[in-house]
């Protein structure tokens, strides 16, 4: 078992940065994949970033070279570093962990999430 808290979100001007930080409790965290996702209004939840125990890396097109995810398993903690925001990236992000999750599928676990607001 899993559970995640988001936090480090807010308003930012275009262009800006923000660091969103998932707290995680569980022993399962180090062996977890951690993810980011995203979901506006209406819209589908949608693929930002992931890695893997292994500290490999998958992102979503939209966001290679803007937002760099990483994670420190002494602190049970995945971050995601948002860069050179636009409004467009505006949205409620959530972090995700599942054992053998991919950029498709196989999340177990998820946050409640974190608002991103970008203003132009």
């Known amino acids: 078992q899993v559970q995640l808290v988001e936090s480090g979100g807010g308003l930012v001007q275009a262009g800006g940065s923000l660091r969103l930080s998932c707290a995680a409790s569980g022993r399962a965290f180090s062996s977890s994949v951690m993810g980011w996702f995203r979901q506006a209004p209406g819209k589908e939840r949608r693929f930002v970033a992931l890695i893997r125990w292994s500290g490999t890396l998958d992102y979503a097109d939209s966001v290679k070279g803007r937002f760099t995810i990483s994670r420190d398993n002494a602190k049970n903690t995945v971050y995601l570093q948002l860069n050179s925001l636009k409004p467009e990236d505006t949205t409620v992000y959530y972090c995700?962990?599942?054992?053998?999750?991919?950029?498709?599928?196989?999340?177990?676990?998820w946050g409640q999430g974190t608002q991103v607001t970008v203003s132009s």
């Open positions: 995700a962990a599942g054992p053998a999750a991919t950029m498709t599928g196989g999340w177990a676990y």
